[in-house]
């Protein structure tokens, strides 16, 4: 056993690893762990002359735990390009997938040192950067989606996105797959929204934030973001796991004062089976590192798979300064990199919102679609029901009480007051 060593201490310049592993039939758990480390770092299938022996010290992972399905790796940070999460990944998450030793393996966690953590530049505004931009301190933004996602022209698009900022929602974005489509292009979009939400900050005293979809290949994608810091725009939207980390990277160091909201669309290609590909904690991790100012962390009560354990440590994992190991989960000091924002979305309506604030706290944007569009009495009621049920969790008023005294909320509330997924 080359990198197997129960007795090594992690030092404070190691990168290190967890991950679950499920050996190929007929494979010995220490011998499949011995090929995830060479594989992942410096070692090949057989001895080769070229291995300069001083160097292969120096450069060694060393497997210091193991407690099947988990094992963890140590590797020197020499190993790693700084600031490059391609690069990151294409060792820690790379060809190891592909070893006929592994019958499922997944990435559970990462812990950078301080000195890589250093090497990435994070978000450019966070989520206090976020608050500040719109005037929101103490209470969570509300938002919505354009429903439908995809079909309606710029026109009514802009009709749809007036309506919920005019009835006090604070951020309005594209969805996932909209994006430069014949019915409804980017540009026009863009104008006509940026001046709808002039009108409602103008009518509310409130300031709004449209979230355009700027994803596309990387020229493209950086020249529309260019045209949203033209027009005044305050945010873009990027789809993170489609464009990939570079692209991520790359519209970070461009931002020039705007917000970035990523959208995990695909996440769950790698993230969904249990047993393989990489837990949604890690991949938000790389979020963070990447440059995301707020981000879709799951909801827990919504209609998107995801365990109560795992979201709430991801939230933490996106506030925190300094998260501590828990169990599998290796924590990270987080240096100077801003907190990321969370987002809650998918499946929510607004008598959900108070097990969200109970999870969440305050530091959440909390998106709905359905639950805003589909109020009988249109968008706007939608928006207003919505927020009215936010204050009134924050001031610890229940929603049957709320309901009764509120017609907006009354409505709602017959349709969705007991809608659990």
Known sequence: MEYLDLGYEPTDNDLLTVYRVQPAEGKKFEEVAEALA????????????????????????????????????????????????????SSIAGNIYGMKAVERLRLEDFRLPKG???????????????????????????????????????????????????GGCDIVKDDENLTDQGFNRFEKRLELSLRAAEKAERETGERKGYLPNVTAPADEMLRRMELAKKMGSRYV?????????????????????????????????????????????????????????????????GKMEGSKEEILRIHEEMNGAVVGPKDRWLGQDWGGIKPVLSVASGGLHPFLIPAIVENFGHQVAIMQGGGIHGHPSGTRAGARTARKVADAVLKGESMESLAERDPDVGTAYEIWGHKKW
């Open 237 to 301: 939207m990027i789809d993170v796991v489609t464009t990939g980390f570079s692209a991520v990277q790359m519209l970070r160091n461009h931002t020039e004062g705007l917000a970035i909201h990523a959208h995990r669309a695909m996440y769950a290609a790698f993230t969904r089976v249990p047993e393989h590909g990489m837990s949604t904690l890690a991949f938000s991790k790389l979020c963070r590192l990447a440059g995301v100012d707020q981000l879709h962390v799951g909801t827990i009560v």
């Open 116 to 166: 890589m953590v250093e090497g990435f530049q994070g978000p450019a505004l966070g989520r206090d950067g976020v608050r500040d931009m719109l005037g929101v301190k103490d209470r969570p933004l509300i938002g919505t989606i354009v429903k439908p996602k995809v079909g309606l022209s710029s026109e009514q698009f802009t009709d749809v996105l007036y309506e919920a900022m005019a």
């Open 38 to 89: 060479g594989e992942s770092s410096i070692g090949t299938w057989t001895d080769v002359s070229t291995m300069i022996p001083e160097l292969g010290e120096k450069l060694r992972p060393y497997i210091y735990r193991i407690d099947a399905p988990y094992v963890w790796i140590a590797y020197p940070s020499e190993l790693f390009e700084p600031g490059s999460l391609p690069q990151l990944l």
